[in-house]
């Protein structure tokens, strides 16, 4: 008997557990005017309901406790039909509880609506890949994929589509989530009030790799915008030693150049990531991987290893590694 107590006691102390975590990204911690509102109905209606259900759950375990039946007790319990006042507040308190939170939705749905489009908005494309994000800023002539770089304080009109199947943008402490539908256009905005970088996650099942399907906006001051800007308008980085030429031959005439694009080079490819400015990244494979030299390596040479079913079924032999890693790593 004492194993079977210890035993549930254990299975609701690790359930119990389970949902505390050190992460700081969910709704709960806001890091823009839109979530900020959002947090407040989200924590309104949390605390609505953990009031009833204190309110029901002690009612039903003093009635299971107090008027439970004794076993030496036989006679019928007094019946008891109805009792007017009691049912017209347990009606109207439920009633009231409604109104306010209709009332509440209302008025931050009002308050999060995407502001009138502006000059000095910025623009972002936002494409759906099996399984990463490309970010195409068309006004600034910038490509990249999986952390979209924002100035804090600045309206980030976002249009939304995909090219394979349904996927869902979302960064919680930013914005709801929005699907990416293929052959449709769909719109959301953002927008950050201080910097930092906040981590998201494709919120719609969208095949076997959907975990590894994440991304990062990365809001930093405007200055710092503008410098980030300019870096990645600049055509990508001339190989300088043997070995980086090498590696670039290998790089923009081989298969690479065939799915991936490098500007400035003959690699022109659309079905993968803008390799032009990579080191200037954090992370890599739907921002799921840090980008260093031994993940590089291993994405090279197994990558169905790291994420099963993607697309770049290739592996490179040991004898162009040395070269392909010593280009790839000029381009910041």
């Not at 359930?15 to 992460?23: I, M, N, R």
């Not at 490309?134 to 804090?152: H, K, N, Q, S, W």
């Not at 927008?191 to 975990?211: K, L, N």
Request: proline residues 6%; aromatic residues 8%.
């Amino acid at each position: 008997m004492k194993s079977k107590t210890r035993f549930i006691w254990t299975f609701f102390l690790s359930l119990f557990l389970s949902g505390c975590s050190a992460t700081t990204n969910f709704i709960t911690n806001p890091g823009s005017p839109i979530t900020s509102r959002q947090s407040g109905i989200f924590l309104t209606s949390l605390i609505m309901a953990a009031v009833v259900f204190v309110i029901v759950e002690g009612g039903i375990i003093i009635a299971i406790t107090r008027f439970r039946r004794c076993k030496d007790d036989a006679a019928e319990p007094a019946q008891v039909h109805g009792n007017v006042p009691l049912e017209i507040i347990w009606t109207a308190i439920p009633v009231v509880l409604v109104v306010i939170l209709f009332i509440f939705t209302i008025t931050t749905m009002n308050a999060i609506a995407a502001p009138a489009p502006s000059s000095g908005d910025l623009k972002v494309n936002v494409v759906g890949h099996q399984w990463w994000w490309e970010f195409d800023y068309p006004d600034l002539g910038i490509v990249t994929a999986d952390e979209l770089v924002i100035p804090t304080g600045t309206p980030v009109q976002i249009t939304l589509t995909s090219v394979d199947v349904i996927h869902s943008f979302w960064i919680p402490q930013l914005a709801g989530k929005t699907d990416a539908v293929p052959g449709q256009t769909n719109h959301m905005w953002i927008s950050s009030d201080q910097p930092g970088t906040y981590e998201g996650q494709c919120s719609e099942f969208c095949g076997i790799e959907h975990a590894l399907m994440r991304e990062r906006v990365m809001a930093v001051s405007s200055a710092d915008f503008q410098t980030w800007v300019a870096q990645q308008q600049a055509p990508a980085a001339a190989p300088q030693t043997d070995l980086e030429v090498q590696g670039s031959k290998l790089v923009t005439a081989g298969a690479c150049g065939a799915c991936h694009s490098i500007a400035g080079t003959n690699a022109k490819g659309k079905i993968g990531p803008n390799l032009t400015h990579l080191f200037s990244r954090g992370t890599f494979a739907g921002a799921s991987f840090p980008l260093n030299d031994a993940n590089l390596t291993s994405w090279l040479t197994s990558n169905q290893t790291m994420k099963p079913g993607n697309l770049m079924a290739i592996t490179v032999p040991s004898s162009q590694l040395g070269a392909i890693l010593a280009y790839l790593k000029t381009l910041k």
